[in-house]
RNA sequence: GCUACUGUAGCUCAGCCGGUAGAGCAGCUGAUUCGUAAUCAGCAGGUCGGGUGUUCGAGUCACCUCAGUAGCUCCA
């Protein structure tokens, strides 16, 4: 390998977080001098990996002690005495053997783990800072001194599993990020602030959109607000859909234990399944809609004239996940999905697959959303033939790449029964969350039997395209709140208008107006309350609605309206005939879309 | 599920070494009818997530449990 000071010395702005290899190298160095520190602190500590992320790095530490925020501080102390003391970094390499016995020296078995791995003539490289030595393929700054010391911070101390394994020892893990100055560190922790803010799970109880309780721990409730949000998506999916040529079914939300068993899910996913006993009959609650949809589709001979046949549901799912892995409404153990079977011919298969995404991208893009594709294949578990897989897979690959979309390859992450297309969608934070899916299933179509009659007159198996574009409503409206802080776009608000009269002489002007805008199909609130006018606009500000109408003497005198809208302040008088005629478009802008 | 942390009035939070709970906002009542982000005054409201224990005495200590947060694992 290079020497790593060439590689990065030899890049264009090789001192500049725009060069990626020098900031990945300046991380990384950061992660050394947090081992460094700790291993001064705390000699007994056992070293495991430290890299450089995205946003920073983290290393993950064997302690016998639960690392606290204080031990937090105390570290980040000593490692600002390390950037003081302008430590070279060193690199030496070791035979394999010979770096086994020096990590065996050094009292680091899961260096002794890391390094046992590697082939048995590689040559182990190693970086010397001071007096700590770590196991390191490198590159590394010259220096500790050129991490500033008040331009690192480490943020936060959680568990890891050793080698990301469940089934191994769990670690703890040190988070940390680091820049070249003090106002790049604060800009990155003001705006981790400000994220905080679009959190769904805050903007959700300030605007009382949905809540949960003790009682059904990851099951949310949705409030009156919440709803209207809901129901205009669902709305919006509807239309959407219908154009697209979808029908809509509804199946059962619990079913004989048997269809899961027949289905594979029993097999694969009992342990996430709620299940219960009636009549000495075992039933489960659907953790997806695909046997229904399987049964509904079987319930009638069907010819090659119907398809492709495109099944829409907005079926509401029950999965057991883990207490850990909860998060608003982001996941959830009952959800809503927005789900379709498209049943067809193998022939088909290209165009659907092309229209679904075309669908998938019109919705996110309508929205404004930033999305990255994933392609999942066959995972460990699966059904099916690897021949199966294959030609599966291939189809996805051809769809994906006539489209000329960029994705990113998922290696065994597919479902059980196929493989899959994922978007993606990014949080307040940043952390993406997975909404759309086109699954490919050659499975289902098996065990239930499906059939169609082809223009030969002989039966034929169908193949099934599963899809969501939501995903889980659920789910879709919290990345919403927070892609717009809980603004929703005027067709999406909750309360559209909010009448503010200044005086009780302006109430009857008021409520006259709140009919007349009700009738064209608009949400109107008044507020009656005797307040000052500043207060009801704050309020009225506060709770995000796009257009707040303020009735005094002079409006009621002029019949006018003057106006305020949440994002552009006082917009002054206008003929209320006018307001009325803005709203309602604002109103109607989805379905021009 | 795992590791760590958190859990006090509707909301946001204070409560030092253990001695029987405080504030602001919201709510209610009254006064004020006042033009674009919070009018004034008064009243009411928690037994401190739940349980057990230690103690003369626990919001404050210990253990158990529930829920939440961060990350890990998982995510049909």
């Known amino acids: 390998m290079p020497a790593p000071k060439e590689e990065f010395f030899m890049e264009e702005n090789r001192y500049s977080f725009e060069n990626p290899v020098f900031k990945d190298t300046y991380r990384h160095t950061s992660s050394h001098m947090l081992a460094q520190a700790m291993k001064r602190l705390h000699p007994e500590v056992k070293l495991a990996i430290g890299p450089a992320i995205e946003h920073g790095f983290y290393y993950d530490f064997d302690a016998p002690f639960p690392i606290t925020s204080e031990i937090l501080e105390e570290v980040e102390t000593e490692m600002r005495k390390i950037s003081k003391e302008k430590l070279p970094l060193e690199r030496f390499t070791l035979p394999r053997d010979e770096a086994i016995r020096f990590a065996q020296e050094q009292e680091e078995p899961y260096k002794v783990e890391l390094i046992t791995d590697l082939p048995e003539d590689a040559e182990i490289s190693f970086y010397r800072q001071g007096e700590f030595v770590d196991l390191c393929a490198g590159p590394h700054l010259d220096t500790t001194g050129r991490v500033k010391g008040n331009a690192f911070k480490l943020t936060s101390a959680t568990g890891a599993y050793w080698r990301g394994d469940s089934s191994k020892k769990m670690l703890q893990r040190v988070y940390g990020t680091s820049f070249m100055k003090k106002e790049e560190l604060e800009e990155y922790l003001n705006k981790i602030e400000e994220a905080k803010k679009r959190d769904h799970r805050k903007i959700g109880k300030e605007l009382g959109l949905f809540l949960f309780q003790d009682e059904g721990p990851g099951f949310p409730f949705f409030l009156p607000k919440g709803m209207i949000v809901k129901n205009k998506l669902l709305e919006y999916w509807r239309e959407l859909h219908t154009k697209a040529g979808y029908s809509e079914i509804s199946t059962p939300i619990m079913l004989d234990q048997e269809l899961w068993h027949r289905s594979g899910h029993w097999d694969n996913y009992k342990n996430n399944m709620y299940s219960t006993v009636i009549d000495e009959v075992d039933y489960s609650l659907k953790p997806m809609n695909c046997p229904g949809a399987m049964l509904v589709y079987k319930s009638q001979p069907h010819s090659y004239k119907e398809l492709p046949l495109r099944m829409a549901e907005l079926g509401i799912v029950h999965r057991h996940e883990l207490s850990g892995a909860l998060h608003g ?85 597919g479902a059980f029964y196929g493989p899959k297309i994922d978007f993606h969608l990014e949080d307040s934070l940043g952390r993406t969350w997975q909404c759309g899916t086109i699954q490919l299933d050659m499975q289902m179509p098996e065990r239930f039997e499906l059939e ?142």
């Open 329 to 413: 409404l982001m996941r959830v153990r009952c959800f809503t999905q927005d789900d379709a079977h498209l049943f067809m011919r193998t022939e088909n298969l290209k165009d659907e697959i092309k229209g679904i995404a075309a669908l998938i991208n019109e919705i996110y893009e309508h929205f404004g959303f930033k999305y990255h594709m994933e392609l999942s294949t066959m995972p460990e578990k699966h059904i099916g033939t690897v021949e199966q897989w294959e030609a599966a897979t291939g189809h996805l690959q051809d769809a994906l790449e006539e489209l000329g979309v960029k994705y990113i390859v998922n290696p065994g992450d």
């Open 452 to 593: 169609y009659v082809g223009s030969d007159g002989e039966k034929h198996r169908p193949v099934i395209l599963h899809r969501t574009a939501f995903g889980s409503i659920e789910r879709f409206i919290g990345i919403l709140t927070e892609h717009f802080a809980g603004a929703f776009p005027t067709w999406l608000a909750p309360v559209q208008v909010k009448i503010l009269p200044i005086t009780d002489r302006a109430a009857a002007y008021a409520d006259q107006l709140k009919e007349k805008l009700e009738a064209r199909g608009l949400r109107v609130e008044t507020d009656h309350r005797n307040e000052k006018i500043g207060y009801k606009i704050r309020e009225a500000q506060m709770e995000k609605v796009p257009y707040m109408l303020v009735l005094g003497d002079k409006e009621v005198e002029a019949g006018v309206v003057a106006v305020r809208s949440r994002s552009g302040g006082d917009l002054g008088v206008m003929d209320y005939e006018a307001f009325e005629a803005l709203v309602a478009e604002e109103n109607e802008k989805r379905l021009n879309k």
